[in-house]
């Protein structure tokens, strides 16, 4: 969830000023869905292990 991930990182980061939360959302923006489900790590262990 992209809203969940921008409130992580704005305290994970400890963003110093509203450009530096504006370059994380641009970036955020310039990955594709399929890129940000490729580097998501799974929650649950894959069954089929």
């Known amino acids: 969830d992209e809203v969940a991930y ?3 990182a704005s305290v994970y ?4 000023d509203v450009e530096s ?3 994380e959302i641009r ?3 310039e990955l594709g ?3 940000r489900r ?3 790590l799974p929650l649950l262990p894959d069954e089929s292990s």
């Open 6 to 8: 921008v409130r992580y």
């Open 13 to 16: 980061r400890s963003f110093q």
């Open 21 to 23: 939360f504006q370059e």
């Open 27 to 29: 970036k955020l923006r």
């Open 33 to 35: 869905d399929d890129d």
């Open 38 to 40: 490729r580097n998501q």
